[in-house]
């Protein structure tokens, strides 16, 4: 049985909730996935909401899903409730149904409240939900921006590999009490050649085995800054990457990582929207009409808040008013936290600038150049309301 039924596209409200667009199309079954490492239980409900079909099977059985779906009425739509691995299951399937999405588990766990649980009754809630069109739905990046995105957190992978590795060779001289070179491979492989004779045969192996590998992984990173390079000169993501670079202090890298991660800005309404889908809003505590301020939710990509705050720190080496603001950031909330505070505090203030030069299409120097006189006038406003007289 075939019924007409108002689905949805996905979008983001004002506050950062999921808006839905309303478009008529025809589906005769929904399907909810509660999807794990080694087993996949799917349910399909029909426009009546009674369920026609389940389900479960282990993640090896692809053949087994696909003539499952093939069985089913069509058109169909089907819901994935978001895991760390959805993405194989999205890629295999996406061509066996009508429509695929991802369902947000943040919010489905909200609305879902205290239940008991089972793999069955998560992915007929999906189903059920995605027929009534109450099912909160995420953004599925397609195949050229994944990729673009897989390179940008690969280049975060190697860079905290390659960090942990120089801290390990500045710990082992620190002890021996030793003043030790620049720690890239060439400079420490040349220290090593005149000062290898004030290190022990213990620290002989250990400072060899580290070279060893901070050159193996210097030589991947060029590698993969070539790739990087390359990715953003294609036709599609050339122009939004040349825009972000008009920020100082934010290269290819970043710029990559930026881009990939956010996606299409023009899905996001406003810049808090985006602040809050990027998961940099503190999480707020309210009681007994009081509100406490509590750390960032974290609820979208750590790799774009990494990217976000390293290139904060090299924007405000080179624009004294960045500095000037982290600074004060730094002496109002102290210094034993607030340098950490400050810094996420500029990420958070970059990716609003970002977000005000792809809304107008502007480079950061215009972008700046007009909020000054906004920012002038203000000052100079609450100047005047301290001298008039109470």
């Known amino acids: 049985m075939e019924v007409a039924l108002v689905c949805t596209e996905v979008m983001l409200d004002r506050k950062g909730r999921i808006a839905l667009k309303e478009l008529t199309v025809q589906f005769a079954s929904f399907i909810g996935v509660d999807l794990h490492k080694k087993t996949v239980s799917l349910s399909a409900v029909g426009p009546d909401r009674l369920e026609i079909d389940f389900l479960k099977t282990s993640t090896k059985c692809v053949g087994r ?12 739509w089907m819901a994935v409730e978001t895991v760390g ?13 009508d429509r695929i999405d991802i369902a947000d588990a943040t919010q489905l766990a909200y609305k879902r409240g205290r239940r008991r649980r089972s793999d069955r009754n998560d992915a007929r809630d999906i189903a059920e939900r995605l027929s009534r069109g109450e099912c909160p739905l995420g953004f599925i990046a397609d195949d050229a921006l994944m990729q673009l995105r897989k390179l940008g957190r690969h280049w975060r992978s190697l860079s905290r590999t390659l960090s942990r590795a120089k801290h390990c060779v500045k710990s082992m001289l620190h002890a021996a009490n030793i003043r030790g070179p620049q720690l890239n491979a060439a400079s420490a492989h040349r220290w ?6 004030l290190l022990k045969p213990a620290q002989h192996d250990a400072f060899e085995d580290f070279l060893e590998i901070i050159a193996l992984l210097e030589r991947k990173r060029e590698r993969l800054r070539r790739r990087i390079f390359f990715a953003n000169r294609s036709e599609r993501f050339a122009d939004t990457v040349d825009l972000i670079k008009t920020v100082p202090g934010i290269d290819e890298i970043w710029g990559c990582v930026i881009a990939a991660e956010v996606g299409p800005f023009d899905r996001f309404p406003n810049a808090d929207t985006l602040e809050f889908w990027a998961g940099l809003t503190p999480d707020n505590q309210k009681s007994a009409g009081r509100t406490q301020s509590g750390k960032i939710t974290k609820a979208g990509s750590a790799t ?6 390293q290139a904060a720190m090299t924007l405000c080496q080179s624009d004294p008013k960045q500095e000037a603001t982290r600074q004060r950031l730094i002496k109002r909330l102290g210094k ?19 977000f005000a030069m792809m809304r107008d299409r502007k480079p950061y120097l215009r972008i700046a150049s007009s909020d000054r006189p906004a920012a002038a006038n203000r000052a100079r406003l609450k100047a005047r309301s301290r001298k008039e007289p109470a």
């Open 85 to 97: 691995f959805v993405e194989w299951f999205i890629d295999r399937f996406r061509s066996h149904v």
């Open 65 to 76: 899903i696909e003539k499952w779906l093939a069985d089913l009425p069509k058109p169909c």
């Open 336 to 354: 034993t936290a607030g340098k950490a505070k400050a810094n996420v505090a500029m990420g958070r203030r970059l990716l609003r600038i970002i």
């Open 192 to 197: 090593y050649l005149v000062h290898s004779h």
């Open 304 to 309: 774009l808040r990494w990217a976000l705050c």
